[in-house]
């Protein structure tokens, strides 16, 4: 029997951009979107289908919620579609702004 959630689950999914920050040439390519799927002071997980990154790869990483977030990390786990970020510092702001805007659609969806 399938769970019947309380709200749509594209709520949790917040958008970002992603772009790799080895070279000056690197940082002026265009960012590529992708989707948070989780986030926490340390970290992120993403989705993001035919990537090219690898472990190690130092990446920017544009994140909107109420406001732009311009994130710094390095990919420590990558697979097909998914891929593990470590922030290069905790931040527990980001964490707190994610939940007001998730807590904010939720708010939305329900009226």
């Not at 905790?90 to 998730?102: D, I």
């Amino acid at each position: 029997m399938e769970e019947k959630r309380r709200y749509p689950r594209f709520l949790t999914w917040n958008l970002a951009y992603i772009k790799r920050a080895y070279t000056p040439i690197e940082l002026t390519l265009p960012m590529q979107p992708v989707r948070v799927l989780n986030i926490s002071e340390k970290g992120m997980l993403i989705e993001f289908n035919e990537h090219n990154l690898g472990v190690g790869d130092k990446v920017k990483i544009d994140l909107l919620l109420m406001k732009v977030y311009e994130l710094e990390g390095t990919v420590k786990w990558t697979s097909e579609e998914y891929v593990g970020i470590e922030f290069n510092e905790p931040q527990p702001e980001v964490v707190q702004a994610a939940k007001e805007f998730r807590q904010a659609a939720i708010e939305g969806w329900q009226k």
